[in-house]
């Protein structure tokens, strides 16, 4: 069973900055790093979306709210996915998750709370 923990989450002022971490047990560090890995959110009374992914091969994507703030990265070796996220706005206000961009995603963590706010 492959579990995904997230951390690195707080509360910030607008325009500040958070380093997620996400740490993947249970899998080989080879079949880890043939995921599309990816980074979701839930804001309150919303559905959790898509925000960021990254292949094995380092290839990133993200959607155009978070686009050119926000950069995904990931250490095989570790079985870790990062998200830097910058200029954050309380718009960012969310839960974040990360997850296999897959058909059957892994069991979802807990999620690491982001609170943007004055």
């Known amino acids: 069973q492959v579990q995904v923990v997230e951390s690195g989450g707080g509360l910030v002022q607008p325009g500040g900055s958070l380093r997620l971490s996400c740490a993947a047990s249970g899998v080989n560090r080879f079949i880890f790093g043939v995921y599309v890995m990816g980074w979701y959110r839930q804001a309150p009374g919303k559905q959790r979306e898509l925000i960021a992914s990254s292949t094995s091969a380092g290839s990133t994507n993200y959607t155009d709210t978070v686009k050119g703030r926000f950069t995904i990265s990931r250490d095989n070796a570790k079985k870790t996915v990062y998200l830097q996220m910058n200029s954050l706005k309380p718009e960012d206000t969310a839960v974040y998750y990360c997850?296999?961009?897959?058909?059957?995603?892994?069991?979802w963590g807990q999620g690491t709370q982001v609170t943007v706010s004055s």
């Open positions: 997850n296999r961009i897959a058909t059957i995603p892994w069991s």
